[in-house]
């Protein structure tokens, strides 16, 4: 299985991205998915995650209201849209599968895509 997460940049606050993970493989719809963050210097943060048919979305605090999750098994693709993002959404944002379903820790997933670098600006 094999992840690759696009879609970050430069944004200025208050600004939206959309983060996109495409899924090799067809066993997507098989899999959780799951979206962290790491910025410098801090430990990987979990963000929101989507069970496989889509029913059920967990999100951490600092993502509610603002962020959701979502996720197409025809495309096997998962998503993360981001809208009135803040300095602090700066970071590193990575997708990942498993099998835990609203898994919140990097051990609950055992797939990882390569990241992508979101940077909010003042």
């Given amino acids: 299985v094999q992840l690759q ?5 430069l944004v200025q606050a208050g600004g939206s991205l959309r ?6 493989g067809r066993t997507f719809s098989t899999y959780a998915m799951g979206w962290f963050r790491q ?5 990987r943060e979990f963000i929101a995650a989507i069970s496989r048919s ?7 605090d600092s993502a509610k209201g603002r962020f959701t999750i979502s996720r ?9 849209q981001m ?4 300095p602090e959404d700066t970071a ?6 498993g099998a835990v379903t609203g898994g919140f820790t990097r051990s609950d997933y055992a797939y990882w895509g390569q ?4 940077t909010v600006s003042s």
């Fill in 5 to 9: 997460a696009s879609g970050g940049g």
């Fill in 19 to 24: 983060l996109s993970c495409a899924v090799s």
């Fill in 39 to 43: 910025a410098p210097g801090k430990e």
């Fill in 54 to 60: 889509a029913v059920a979305e967990y999100y951490a």
């Fill in 72 to 80: 197409d098994n025809a495309k096997n693709t998962v998503y993360l």
């Fill in 83 to 86: 809208d009135s993002l803040k």
């Fill in 92 to 97: 590193v944002y990575y997708c990942a599968a």
């Fill in 115 to 118: 990241g992508t670098q979101v």
